[in-house]
């Protein structure tokens, strides 16, 4: 209690002091004019001092002030009691009115960012309101209160037109000179608002770009001033000066902050009508003195309007400017901003960090997954980097980090390590991800950029193999070479799926019997060269060819078992859908219509698809396959027991056939470990009423142990190597 006792006296005394202080020292520098013998004030500039130390203090300056003008007055007056309590009545009562109405329509920041987009509200309430209700309540008061005659002029002027310019005088200690107090008395008060004054204002006029135009205005500005307030008149001066005052604030607008305009317009001001000599040179009537402060007036309002406008015209540029250079999804710098970064660093070691199996992750959590994996990579990789390094965003699978220092290779194998290490958590589910890097030194800008930055995505592409960083130096030609060759070999499969270039092979699946069926292995043809499926299948998969390509190969394989027909309605063929196929929307009902052209049964064909479909919580996925089995094919689930897969899984599994993945089938004879899981596979199938199949059967060996174990079918070099479907 004593504490805020002690905080709210220390807070008065300061205000009193500076209200004391300012309302004096104002006073004493309200510039005054005499016209026709008669003194009048050009600026009340009291009234700018009480509207600077409310925009400070708030409701805190209230007392202070009134205490303040109370012995301002009793000193320069000789007031009776009532008299001066009336006279402060008069002063305060419109000002705290009109605070009170700004208050009410702008919010609690009422006092705070002048000028800005509600300004119109302050300078109509505080700059005209004000004024007049002030002028009108001393009016009033003098026909009540018989004021003493040598002050009779400033409650009531002899005529109307002193009437209009002591209004307009008001106007101008309002509108004009409350930033000249303003700014001062805030940095007094506050001396971290003067180091964000200069550094804001002062500092950015007189930035690099700006200093040779803000030094240039301001000689002129103090020049034509100096001219101005001499001694010596002539009309010259005044007649050709003048216009260039206003002309040279109006371009400083677009150099100078709009604080420092403000202050600096309110200072010029005050010179031009206290050393009015030639400001007001031929102003020999009240007319003329009334039109020179209405200009004054009309062009403090167009400077605070232009500042205002420029001002939010800079702002949105910068906000434009930031979204230009930043993703909107994951938040982090784009490429464009890499290219301004490179260009105000002088180091150049640009890395790349490929993210392996996003791509395929993504389609199976969604978009917003890929989003929330960059994210939580940028966290986490950001206490291992050092100031000014950072990370960017590319489109796909890779993010771009800028290092500087020595061994870069020890760093990143350092940041791969630590990634691969960890597990990435979307909606309570752990995904395995792996990461591989690569790094090299900017030879360029521009295309030669962006050449790099593919090279860097291939070769970091290549890392996640082996987990080693790869650096991008002496093999440059290497990966050129790598990099053309994958875009030579992209355009030979889209020229082959563009010219159905496909010739299917079968290779049998068989029972101990020799009945069975056969599956599809697809070959391209480009031009006469045969591309293999380790040609094709990752160029397929990279560049989202997949739904394309399958199409394309089941509906081949339609063609011919239309031309082909058997009368009993038994499995031929089995065929791969790609994980990327099933993760397309409409992908089953493609599928389904096609059979329905062809006039193909689906009980003919098997859809084997991957483990990862499979167990994929993805809906689409799931939906996709669960429409397939409902319209009458088979699913069969390949290479089982190599990725996903877990007996926890394979209890509650959808599917007809598992067929298990070749490695555990190669050393069978010798792995007793590999014959234990197999037969635990096909032990667990067959209570789920799943039929098995062998992959990589290479030995009368292997096929008596797996034939032994429960496995139905075999598939294998040694039942039969792939033959082309014509023959």
């Known amino acids: 209690?004593?504490?805020?006792?002690?905080?709210?006296?220390?807070?008065?005394?300061?205000?009193?002091?500076?209200?004391?202080?300012?309302?004096?020292?104002?006073?004493?520098?309200?510039?005054?004019?005499?016209?026709?013998?008669?003194?009048?004030?050009?600026?009340?500039?009291?009234?700018?001092?009480?509207?600077?130390?409310?925009?400070?203090?708030?409701?805190?300056?209230?007392?202070?002030?009134?205490?303040?003008?109370?012995?301002?007055n009793n000193w320069l007056m000789d007031l009776t009691l009532s008299q001066a309590s009336l006279l402060l009545l008069c002063q305060f009562v419109p000002v705290l009115l009109a605070c009170a109405i700004v208050r009410w329509r702008l919010g609690n920041r009422w006092r705070h960012g002048m000028p800005n987009k509600k300004m119109g509200v302050r300078i109509f309430w505080l700059g005209f309101f004000a004024p007049a209700a002030i002028k009108l309540s001393?009016?009033?008061?003098?026909?009540?209160?018989?004021?003493?005659?040598?002050?009779?002029?400033?409650?009531?002027?002899?005529?109307?037109?002193?009437?209009?310019?002591s209004v307009q005088s008001l106007i101008c200690a309002a509108l004009i000179f409350s930033m000249m107090f303003y700014y001062p008395l805030r940095m007094l008060v506050n001396p971290h608002y003067a180091r964000a004054f200069w550094r804001r204002s002062v500092k950015l006029s007189f930035s690099a770009h700006n200093r040779i135009f803000t030094v240039s205005w301001l000689l002129a500005v103090v020049t034509v001033v100096i001219i101005l307030c001499a001694p010596f008149e002539s009309k010259y001066i005044a007649g050709y000066l003048v216009p260039v005052i206003f002309i040279l604030f109006m371009s400083g607008i677009r150099h100078l902050t709009a604080p420092l305009i403000c202050f600096s317009w309110a200072?010029?001001?005050?010179?031009?009508?206290?050393?009015?000599?030639?400001?007001?040179?031929?102003?020999?009537?009240?007319?003329?003195?009334?039109?020179?402060?209405?200009?004054?007036?009309?062009?403090?309002?167009?400077?605070?309007?232009?500042?205002?406008i420029y001002n939010h015209s800079e702002w949105l540029k910068r906000v434009w400017r930031s979204q230009a250079m930043t993703d909107p999804l994951t938040g982090l710098a784009n490429l464009r901003a890499l290219e301004l970064h490179l260009a105000k660093h002088d180091y150049n070691i640009v890395c790349c960090l490929h993210l392996n199996n996003l791509e395929f992750l993504s389609r199976h959590y969604g978009m917003m997954m890929r989003v929330h994996c960059k994210r939580t990579i940028t966290r986490e990789l950001q206490p291992m980097m050092l100031k000014n390094e950072k990370l960017f965003q590319l489109p796909g699978s890779e993010l771009l980090l800028v290092l500087k220092g020595q061994?870069?290779?020890?760093?990143?194998?350092?940041?791969?390590?630590?990634?691969?290490?960890?597990?990435?958590?979307?909606?309570?589910?752990?995904?395995?991800?792996?990461?591989?890097?690569?790094?090299?030194?900017?030879?360029?800008?521009?295309?030669?950029?962006?050449?790099?930055?593919?090279?860097?995505?291939?070769?970091?592409?290549?890392?996640?193999?082996?987990?080693?960083?790869?650096?991008?130096?002496?093999?440059?030609?290497?990966?050129?070479?790598?990099?053309?060759?994958?875009?030579?070999?992209?355009?030979?499969?889209?020229?082959?799926?563009?010219?159905?270039?496909?010739?299917?092979?079968?290779?049998?699946?068989?029972?101990?019997?020799?009945?069975?069926?056969h599956e599809i292995l697809t070959r391209l043809i480009s031009n006469g060269e045969i591309l293999t499926p380790d040609q094709f299948i990752p160029i397929i998969a990279q560049f989202n060819l997949s739904v394309r390509f399958d199409m394309q190969v089941v509906e081949t394989l339609l063609q011919w078992l239309q031309a082909h027909p058997m009368p009993s309605p038994l499995v031929r063929f089995s065929v791969n859908l790609m994980p990327m196929t099933l993760m397309q929307k409409n992908a089953a009902q493609q599928l389904m219509a096609l059979f329905q052209r062809y006039c193909v049964s689906p009980c003919s064909v098997i859809i084997e698809i991957t483990e990862e479909q499979a167990f994929s919580h993805a809906e689409i996925s799931l939906h996709n396959i669960q429409q397939l089995q409902d319209y009458g094919f088979l699913i069969a689930i390949d290479d089982f027991g190599t990725g996903y897969a877990n007996f926890e899984r394979l209890k509650r599994l959808n599917a007809d056939i598992v067929k298990i993945d070749g490695c555990f089938v190669k050393e069978i004879a010798r792995e007793s470990m590999d014959a234990m899981i197999v037969k635990a596979i096909c032990s667990m199938a067959k209570a789920k009423s799943l039929a098995v199949i062998a992959e990589y059967v290479e030995t009368e060996e292997q096929r008596a142990i797996l034939l032994d174990l429960g496995v139905d079918y075999l598939q294998g070099y040694l039942i039969g190597r792939p033959q082309p479907l014509a023959d």
């Open 138 to 165: 001393l009016f009033i008061s003098s026909i009540w209160v018989a004021y003493p005659a040598t002050f009779a002029d400033f409650f009531d002027s002899p005529s109307t037109i002193y009437n209009i310019i």
């Open 267 to 308: 200072v010029t001001a005050f010179f031009l009508i206290s050393h009015n000599h030639n400001f007001f040179h031929g102003v020999q009537t009240e007319y003329s003195l009334a039109f020179i402060l209405s200009v004054l007036i009309s062009v403090t309002i167009c400077i605070l309007y232009m500042a205002y």
């Open 407 to 517: 061994d870069p290779t020890a760093r990143l194998q350092q940041m791969v390590n630590f990634l691969n290490g960890r597990k990435i958590l979307w909606h309570s589910t752990a995904i395995d991800m792996e990461f591989g890097a690569s790094w090299g030194r900017i030879e360029g800008s521009g295309e030669s950029l962006h050449h790099m930055l593919g090279q860097l995505s291939w070769l970091s592409e290549q890392a996640c193999k082996t987990q080693h960083v790869m650096a991008l130096t002496t093999s440059l030609d290497a990966v050129s070479d790598q990099t053309t060759e994958r875009v030579l070999l992209l355009h030979k499969v889209k020229l082959a799926l563009e010219e159905g270039g496909l010739k299917l092979y079968a290779q049998p699946i068989q029972k101990a019997d020799g009945s069975g069926y």
């Open 1 to 72: 209690m004593k504490i805020k006792i002690y905080n709210h006296g220390r807070v008065f005394l300061t205000v009193f002091i500076l209200s004391l202080v300012t309302v004096s020292f104002s006073q004493y520098l309200s510039p005054v004019s005499s016209v026709d013998g008669v003194n009048i004030f050009l600026a009340w500039l009291p009234l700018s001092a009480m509207l600077s130390l409310i925009f400070i203090f708030g409701r805190h300056a209230i007392a202070p002030l009134i205490i303040s003008f109370a012995l301002v």
